[in-house]
């Protein structure tokens, strides 16, 4: 007889309060019917998208109390005071970067002998993400660069995706607009860009390559994607090497200033780290053939590629103007300013969606390992800490933690 696990789906503590969840109560009836000795347990909330009654209504129970729960998945970091002792959580701890404002989190984790693993560590052998909510960030932050220039340009209004049922109503405003001859450049070749083509490709935009981008006008919305070997170059004009570029990004250079004369609209999707070269500077901001005047900055790194970018944003207070001659903050969308919007969580404003996604990717790819009786390296991979001590693919993090 198979040994009961009971698997709890914790209430978000971190303020402001996300909405996704990491299983939709269809899934969860899923999961329980495919594996007989699994119960999944739903921790109150009156912030989750999808309300208690409905895990309730196909027989999934409720409990404020997951002290019996074997493993327990969120989606942000769990508060400190929330923190069980000895369990196996899954969420995203923020915490592999160092991040000073997670460090109390990760001693705590440590000093409970809590079992870590971290949905941004969840990777395939080659190393790329299996799971992640990066694709909606993408089709966020691109419906957020239109909507940036309709006020802009003053064309066109559009809702913000948290103002829209759905993925589909946000898509289906852009049927009552004609979108001018803009022409968008989209940095990025991830996940969260390809949420972005996405997005573009289903609002009729027409992608084309660099060279047709710098040197041709349309009359009709374009867009062009660069990966990171189109804007950046090495110092002593090497041959392109991907992985070299990650291990000394110090030797490489921007290339990305000829975009910026011609570009109306910048997203930035890619993946960023320290010590790679910002795309453009401060300086080249205030010349007159800059003509780059909305950025969604999805990624949004502070300090980071974008020097525009000086604060992140809210999905209530989304955007922020910049006079390039000061580079200071202004009200966005004058005549002058470069107009920015920076928002961290940009799929909490789709979280029906998201979390749908989600839990499929969660459920494919991630519960077969984690319910395995032998041992999964998918899982060990991802673990960060475990017994109290830091995991040996984690332990630069030991520093930090001290």
Known sequence: MQKKIKIGIIREGKFPYDKRTPLTPEQCKQVM?????????????????FADHTYQELGINLSEDLSDCQILFGVKEVPVASLIPEKTYLFFSHTIKKQAYNRNLLRTILAQKIKLIDYETLVWEAGNRIIGFGRFAGLVGTH???????LKQQLFQLKPAHECADLAAVLAQYNAIELPAVKIVLCGDGRVAHGSIDFLRAIGIKQISAEDFLTNTYSVPVFVQLRSEDYYAHKLGRFWDKSDFYKHPE???????????????FINAIFWKEHIPAFYTLEEIK???????????ITCDIPGPLPTTI?????????FGIHPLSAKEQTPFQSNTIDVQAVSNLPCELPVDASIEFGEQLIRHVLPE??????????????????????????YLQDFVD
């Open 33 to 49: 019917s495919f594996y007989p000795n699994v119960e999944i347990i739903i921790q109150p909330s009156p912030h989750r998208c």
């Open 144 to 150: 957020y660069a239109m909507l940036m220039w309709g």
């Open 251 to 265: 030797d490489y250079i921007s290339t990305f200033k000829p975009f910026t004369k011609v570009a109306d609209i």
């Open 287 to 297: 010349q007159p053939d800059f003509k780059i005047r909305v950025i969604s900055d």
């Open 311 to 319: 604060k992140s944003t809210t999905i209530e207070d989304p955007y």
């Open 370 to 395: 984690l319910l395995d009786t032998q041992p999964s390296m998918i899982i060990e991979r991802a673990c960060i800490a475990k017994d109290g001590l830091l995991t040996p693919q984690f332990s």
